[in-house]
């Protein structure tokens, strides 16, 4: 694999990780516990998805296949993603949405803050504007995860039922392959793997003080690198993707 195809890869998984969350963050919408949430999590998938836009438009011009971020996001099969299985799964309840997003927003602020020193010029720019956004995106999962967890008995065994049924996937936002290396030797990327003392030490606090308990790690998932999802994904893309296939010359 060239250098040129890693820096499109890697540029990939972080659009794709913020897109595919973004998606699903939008299915709230209307939905919401409450007029206010709705608002919040609606405004936090725009977040999401203007970092997508910005990752996937510069990973189209490194490519160099005439591919924008709307063809790279409405034009590609469920194999050729490399987001994190762990954005892919449903929004379940309202616990499960705020512990996946727990997990993912406390990593991407660590992913996020390293990127800031990229010797990439163009993708230090992007992390430093998003890191503003992914700040709050940590506070807010994080104040409800404890408020859920630290609330009514039913609160808190939903927000222990989440966190359980979600740690396995956990273990894959730290893997690391020869794409990552190869950024990380280049200066352009961060070594994830590295970042998983601080994230645990983070999430460990936010459980004490939800009175949560840490899941033991007896299971975990991967495969996203290789295009390897869950079946989520494809429902997620059909209802993503349907207008722009449907209509591919419609000008919006």
């Not at 690198?225 to 449907?246: I, T, V, W």
Request: glycine residues 8%; proline residues 2%; charged residues 25%.
């Amino acid at each position: 694999m060239t250098d040129q195809k890693m820096h499109f890869d890697y540029l990939l998984r972080l659009g794709d990780n913020s897109l595919i969350l973004g998606q699903r963050l939008a299915e709230w919408c209307g939905h919401a516990p409450m007029l206010e949430e709705d608002l919040a999590l609606t405004n936090i998938g725009l977040d999401l998805l203007g970092q997508a836009r910005m990752l996937l438009a510069y990973a189209g011009e490194v490519e160099g296949k005439g591919r924008d971020e709307d063809r790279l996001a409405f034009h590609r099969d469920t194999m050729a993603w490399r987001n994190l299985l762990l954005l892919e799964q449903p929004n379940g309840d309202f616990a499960h949405t705020m512990a996946r997003q727990l997990f993912f927003d406390a990593f991407q602020y660590q992913q996020f803050a390293g990127l800031c020193s990229s010797s990439d010029e163009r993708l230090a720019g992007i992390a430093a504007k998003s890191l503003k956004e992914i700040t709050y995106h940590r506070r807010h999962s994080t104040d409800w995860v404890i408020r859920l967890g630290d609330g009514t008995e039913e609160s808190h065994e939903r927000m222990q039922r989440a966190v359980d049924s979600l740690w396995g996937y956990v273990p894959e936002m730290f893997d690391m392959d020869a794409v990552d290396d190869a950024m990380v030797a280049a200066g352009i990327g961060v070594d994830v793997a590295a970042l998983r003392g601080e994230w645990d030490r983070y999430i460990d606090e936010v459980f004490a003080e939800a009175t949560l308990s840490r899941p033991e790690d007896s299971w975990s998932v991967r495969g996203s690198r290789e295009g390897k999802h869950s079946e989520h994904l494809g429902y997620l893309l059909a209802e993503m993707q349907f207008l722009p296939r449907a209509y591919p010359d419609a000008k919006w």
